[in-house]
């Protein structure tokens, strides 16, 4: 048995779960990664021998690093000088608050595992990640009409639900399912599609594309019925002739005037329904960067503050309060102009390697269609720092490493 393989593949199975199945995929995959490295020495050897021999490792290392420096810097100026408002200050527990940092680390014990597999076993585990993800379309498309198993209810909508599977929350599936989403497509338009996943037929990948695609429409977030057409659009023209690209343009324009025939998908995408709130919370997170506009008002506690500064400048009552619902207004709000810096850097490094990944056998390009989604998703709510997304990223940026290491190597190889 490769104990490697298996432990990734339940890893890759259980990311696509609630909170609890992701972090007994940690579990399931440490385990095994040391039984198949044979112990926790030789895993210390393994991440010691990437460190000196991979510059992709080192480099996503520092990128990481940065960021998670640029929170701690934010939370040690917030206890120092930390904002309050209405009565409510911030309070510090640099531990506890810190603890999510280590998630910007995943992405390279997750490549130390992959990268000791051989191309076929990587694409069983990419089967079972994508068998998963098919098998959940179907149920997400179920849910709609039954609510099984959570019932999330569409406001407006008497009798249909969000497509929220496991996750607990509509956006969390906007954000996470278009990862498989990209990659069936992807590898439904290779020719070695069956090879990349240990068997799964182009005509099979395209069928769980296409039910994928179904039930991220029936998330009904608003703003992944803009960003997926604009990531088609995106692969479409990476990925097909010019002819095929003005088909599924047309194809998407239609299907886009045909749904919107429906008064309640119409009353849906143009109800005003969480703007205003939107819209105060940003205020209060652009209040937190013009006090702290190096630091913000700390990692995280801009969510914890928006409620007491909402409610201050209400007048009091109770107010609608959390994350800043906009990825760059989040980074702003929470650690200032450094955060912001540290995390473009951060996400340029990931996209750059994901570019050059897109030379070597895989689904690189469905990955980089999949961050330009995620990005326009980011525009109306927070979808980085949420940790069942942080999951999927990580697996993302895993496999990115191995195959831009992997070009690397062949490249220097040719050379000699």
């Not at 149920?139 to 009798?159: D, E, K, S, Y």
């Not at 954000?175 to 996943?197: C, E, H, N, Q």
């Not at 209040?287 to 700390?298: H, M, N, Q, S, V």
């Not at 914890?304 to 107010?319: C, D």
């Amino acid at each position: 048995m490769n104990w490697i393989v298996l432990g990734y593949s339940t890893y890759a199975v259980l990311s696509l779960g609630s909170m609890a199945t992701m972090s007994l995929g940690i579990g399931v995959l440490v385990a095994c990664l040391l039984v198949g490295l044979g112990g926790p020495k030789a895993l210390a050897q393994a991440i010691g021998d990437d460190w000196r021999r991979n510059s992709v490792y080192r480099g996503y290392f520092w990128l990481a690093l940065a960021l998670a420096g640029a929170c701690a810097i934010s939370l040690v100026a917030a206890a120092i000088w930390p904002l309050g408002y209405g009565g409510k200050q911030v309070v510090v527990h640099f531990g506890r608050d810190m603890a999510k940092a280590w998630y910007l680390f995943w992405p390279l014990l997750l490549y130390t595992g992959l990268s000791r597999v051989s191309e076929g076993e990587r694409g069983r585990i990419v089967r079972a990640w994508l068998l998963a993800f098919g098998l959940l379309s179907v149920i997400g498309i179920v849910q709609h009409f039954t609510g099984w198993p959570r019932p999330q209810a569409v406001p407006n909508f008497p009798g249909r639900f969000h497509a929220t599977l496991f996750m607990g929350h509509h956006l969390s599936v906007a954000s996470i399912l278009i990862f498989p989403f990209f990659a069936a497509l992807d590898l439904g338009f290779r020719k070695d599609a069956a090879k990349l996943t240990a068997g799964l037929t182009r005509p099979w990948l395209l069928v769980m594309a296409l039910a994928g695609g179904i039930t991220l429409f029936l998330t009904f977030s608003r703003i992944l019925w803009v960003a997926l057409p604009a990531g088609l659009a995106l692969w479409a023209a990476l990925a097909l002739p010019r002819r095929w690209v003005l088909a599924l343009l047309s194809a998407l324009l239609i299907s886009g005037l045909v749904a919107f025939q429906s008064p309640l998908i119409r009353e849906r995408a143009f109800s005003q329904m969480g703007t205003t709130e939107r819209y105060a919370l940003w205020s209060a997170n652009w209040e937190f960067f013009k006090e702290r506009p190096l630091t913000g008002a700390g990692w995280h506690h801009n969510a914890k503050l928006s409620g007491a500064y909402l409610s201050e400048k209400k007048g009091g009552g109770s107010v609608f309060s959390g994350h800043a619902h906009n990825n760059v207004i989040e980074q702003l709000g929470g650690m200032g102009l450094i955060g912001l810096v540290a995390w473009l850097a951060w996400w340029l490094g990931v996209i750059a390697w994901t570019v050059r990944a897109r030379s070597v056998p895989g689904f690189a390009r469905g990955i980089l269609c999949a961050w330009f989604v995620f990005q326009l998703n980011g525009l109306t709510q927070v979808n980085f720092w949420e940790s069942k997304v942080l999951h999927q990223q990580a697996w993302m940026i895993a496999f990115v490493m191995v195959w831009v290491s992997s070009s690397s190597a062949r490249r220097k190889a040719k050379s000699s």
